[in-house]
């Protein structure tokens, strides 16, 4: 029995969970920058917070992690939370509901079954709603808040890719399909099935002109949007003014109306963010979601960003603001209580002080502090130099260390 | 090279039996009634097969205890819809026990799917095929389900005690019952499967052509439109003064209804000799049901019966799975009595559960514990703290599974006297189980109701004091 972790999950080490908190912290920041407020969500929720038509896609239920709770006599069962995204509209609309504006922002983990157990079944989010309005300034304004976050964690050569399920699903309508079957093609779309958009091309070629808007990619003049059908001209009107507004703030997007993956609740703009070709978050605008839950008609947008892979991307040395300086302090058997002491003295002024165990090395410290019950009381070592200062009192010691740490200071 | 197979009883027995012998695997003593559960080829001196019900053929071939199984689809699918990666190949399809899954309800109860998907309400749909109705209701975008796993008589639930049953038969069988189908989940027949691992590592090319090459007969083709039927069973009428009082089919039946007799409760056609599930009886405002002991408990818990004659074993059972439900043991009836055992090999050299965890302790692969108490089982596991471990669900003749297909048995037993002939021994004794009456403590009837469920409560327990 070598690996006693379970399939599919992975264990983050004391390097990549500096990374973690790095992104974390850069992530929280922004957000509480911008008016967001932090939230938190139950690991566990009903299941049919999920199942109706609307929420998540088939391919995505087929993968929840469901189960009977201990009081599951009644047949209903929980998941763990698959998504982050309508949970926070569950919080909105048991909680929130006054308040006609909210702006909220979550660090989450979510579950996913995935077969092969090689790809990670518990994912890390970050993530931001912003819900009672609907303009094309606040979707921009999530657009923008995703970018600086990735250009705050250091991140070059992002991609915005633009969609609109409100398009999509117009088109769908345009084509004369039953509900039932339009529902069906956009949950292939959005499960990123290309074909699904093809086969409908084969039969119905009589739309192929409807549909040539699907194959829109790249970044087109605003003339190749124009369509004589009114019925395109609402969700048209919205992805033009989005985009108008983008190009205004100086932001370079694509456009590829067939993408936008995974979320049946979407109802406007999806963008997705990429950097070579790996997708690294995305979002988009879901008005119907909050009525559908039994809220009031609120519109709302959001978006996600994969912790897991900014983890891969984001070098925590190069953004680190200057850690503090570590100690080892090595106290003789007869004076640990005063190794204890200065230790905390030393945390106090703001270095990391480790009492000697064993085990550690010199060479990962900048200081080495001697503590003895007989004169000389405290010899520091510095390790870079080396050096060795001795003192009387742990005044002396922190003025030592001041010292140095200002001649430092004046050199570089 | 050992081959082991793995072969079903019931519906699929006899045609199963007629093609092994047309292809000349040449087994004897596979054939109904026959109490052997290990069986041998002549033609193949490496080929052993054991006979087990349908449900656990799937699960035995998955993990590995054998390399090939015949059972219908729809035990396939049930086990792949829950757990898609299990180790299982569908070899083929063997062209014969051709029957369907539908999506059932009763004719006045039942509205199409797509009315279904807008409901807010709770859809209960109940199957012995839990795993499938869940995604069937999932794929079908019902809002909010509940799902109530059986061990049988899915059909006797419609429209009272659920709104659709996931039942396997032809459109006439469900008719039979007084169900419309909504929806045909599944095409069922019977097929060969395989262990993945066994399958690249053993050359079964011999064994196995044989069966495959055999023209499968031509299936009748589905008609798409689904017939409505009219219903025939009696209905009872919604009222919240109706008691609803569940008593079990199968082996308790002849002295439960001894026992109701005496108590003054005189129903009408139980034991049914037609499978009746609805039988009546003159005591007004009580509605009878005849369904599984093992489903009761969760039915009980539910509110969907108020009064259910089950045993004791399963109400703990339930227990284990629920602590905090509100269903309670009323009466002891002092029928039927069993004791609840762990069991194991005789060839062990173990006597109680201190041997059990120290026998366990030395190995390096899990202790494999069958039990149809699957939360019994694994309560009494954790509790002796056996260590790694794994409960492995047996649909009944658990005690074939020892010693080749597990370690540890969680049984009932009655005088032991089969736990001896298997060459199986008893190390602990869990409890004892009788039958009882069960209730819901949870729930504030009517006073009409109230004053009905007291009066049972009252004969049954008068009945009791005079056996």
């Not at chain 1, 119907?288 to 959001?302: E, H, K, Q, V």
């Not at chain 2, 409901?119 to 109705?133: C, F, G, H, Q, V």
């Not at chain 2, 669900?393 to 074939?400: K, L, N, V």
């Not at chain 2, 403590?441 to 009791?464: D, F, G, H, W, Y």
Request: charge should be neutral; aromatic fraction near 8%; charged fraction near 25%.
């Amino acid at each position: 029995m070598k690996n006693q972790r379970c399939k599919g999950t992975r264990d983050l080490s004391p390097e990549e969970m500096a990374a973690f908190r790095l992104i974390e912290g850069t992530f929280r920041e922004c957000c509480l920058k911008w008016g967001y407020k932090e939230v938190r969500t139950p690991t566990l929720e009903y299941l049919h917070l999920f199942t109706s038509t609307g929420t998540l896609t088939p391919s995505r239920l087929g993968k929840v992690y469901s189960f009977l709770d201990w009081d599951g006599w009644s047949g209903e069962r929980v998941v763990l939370r698959p998504d982050g995204t309508i949970p926070i509209a569950r919080l909105y609309i048991d909680s929130m509901e006054g308040e006609r504006l909210a702006r909220l922002f979550y660090v989450t983990n979510i579950f996913v079954f995935e077969e092969t157990g090689k790809e990670a079944r518990e994912r890390w989010q970050l993530g931001a709603e912003l819900i009672g309005v609907s303009s094309p300034t606040a979707d921009v304004e999530l657009v923008m808040l995703a970018l600086e976050i990735l250009k705050r964690l250091g991140l070059k050569g992002i991609e915005l890719r633009l969609s609109h399920a409100g398009l999509i699903r117009a088109l769908l309508t345009e084509l004369g399909l039953s509900p039932e079957e339009q529902a069906r093609i956009f949950d292939r779309i959005l499960d990123g099935d290309a074909e699904a958009l093809a086969k409908v091309k084969r039969e119905r070629p009589e739309v192929g002109k409807i549909l040539s808007l699907l194959d829109l990619k790249g970044k087109p003049s605003r003339l190749q949007f124009t369509s004589d059908l009114p019925e395109l001209k609402p969700a048209i009107d919205d992805f033009v003014n989005i985009a108008k507004l983008l190009e205004t703030l100086g932001c370079d997007y694509q456009i590829d109306i067939a993408s936008g993956r995974g979320f049946e609740y979407y109802t406007g703009i999806i963008f997705q963010i990429f950097q070579n070709g790996e997708k690294l978050g995305g979002g988009g605008r879901y008005d119907a979601l909050i009525p559908l839950m039994g809220g009031r008609d609120t519109p709302a947008s959001g978006f996600a960003l994969y912790l897991d892979h900014l983890m891969k991307l984001v070098k925590p040395g190069a953004l680190a603001k200057g850690k503090p300086q570590r100690i080892l302090i090595r106290a003789e058997p007869e004076a640990v209580k005063d190794g204890f002491s200065i230790a905390e003295r030393l945390r106090e002024a703001g270095y990391m002080a480790e009492l000697e165990l064993g085990g550690q090395k010199e060479a990962d410290f900048n200081w080495g502090l001697e503590v003895r019950s007989q004169p000389p009381l405290f010899t520091l070592t510095n390790q870079a130099k080396p050096q060795k200062f001795e003192a009387k009192t742990t005044d002396e010691v922190l003025a030592i260390l001041r010292k140095a740490d200002a001649n430092k200071g004046s050199a570089a | 090279m050992q081959i082991k197979v793995a072969l079903p009883k019931g519906r699929l027995l006899n045609e199963t039996a007629a093609r092994l012998q047309e292809v000349g695997w040449g087994l004897d003593g596979y054939q109904e009634k026959t109490r052997l559960y290990r069986i041998s080829s002549q033609k193949f001196p490496d080929l052993t097969a054991k006979v087990f019900h349908e449900r656990d053929i799937p699960i035995q071939v998955a993990i590995g205890n054998y390399d090939l199984g015949i059972c219908g689809s729809d035990w396939i699918e049930e086990l792949m819809a829950k757990y898609p990666s299990s180790a299982l190949l569908n070899v083929g399809n063997l062209g014969y026990g051709d029957a369907a899954l539908y999506a059932a309800g009763s004719p006045e109860g039942v509205s199409t799917i797509e009315e279904m998907k807008t409901k807010a309400e709770i859809i209960r749909i109940a199957s012995e095929y839990p795993n499938l109705a869940e995604s069937f209701a999932l794929k079908s975008r019902l809002r909010r389900v509940s799902i109530f796993p059986l061990w049988g008589a899915a059909e006797a639930y419609p429209p009272e005690n659920a709104d659709l049953a996931l039942v396997c038969g032809t459109i006439e069988e469900l008719s039979g019952y007084g169900l419309v189908p909504v929806s045909k989940v599944l095409s069922v027949s019977a097929c060969l499967i395989a262990n993945k691992s066994s399958w690249e590592a053993k050359d079964m090319g011999g064994v196995v052509t044989p069966l495959l090459n055999k023209e499968p007969v031509q299936q009748a083709v589905e008609p798409e439109t689904i017939r409505q039927y009219p219903g025939q069973r009696p209905r009872y009428t919604p009222s919240e003064d109706v008691v609803w009082f569940a008593l079990p089919d199968g082996h308790q039946q002849e002295h439960t209804s001894r026992l109701l007799a005496k108590a003054g409760i005189p129903v009408d056609d139980y034991p049914s000799a037609t499978g009746n599930r609805r039988p009546t009886t003159t005591i007004s405002g009580v509605a009878i049901k005849v369904i599984r002991p093992q489903d009761m408990p969760l039915q009980v818990a539910n509110g969907n019966f108020d009064l259910a004659i089950t045993g004791r074993d399963w109400l703990m059972e339930h227990l284990y799975q629920f602590p905090s439900s509100p269903v309670q043991e009323l009466i002891d009836l002092k029928l039927g009595g069993v004791k609840i055992v762990a069991v194991v090999s005789q060839e062990l050299s173990i006597s109680d559960a201190k041997g059990l965890r120290e026998f366990n302790a030395k190995r390096a692969v899990p202790l494999r514990v069958a039990s149809e108490y699957i939360n019994t089982a694994d309560n009494y596991a954790r509790d002796n703290h056996l260590g790694l471990y794994r409960v492995i669900p047996t649909w009944g003749a658990s005690e074939a599974f020892l010693p080749e297909d597990a370690d540890l048995l969680i049984e009932n037993a009655q005088t032991g006297r089969t736990i001896a002939r298997h060459n199986l021994k008893i190390i602990d004794t869990l409890s004892e189980s009788t039958a009882c009456l069960i209730g819901n403590t949870n729930r504030t009837p009517s006073p009409t109701k109230q004053e009905r469920i007291n009066s049972i409560i009252k004969a049954l327990q008068t009945a009791v004091k005079e056996i």
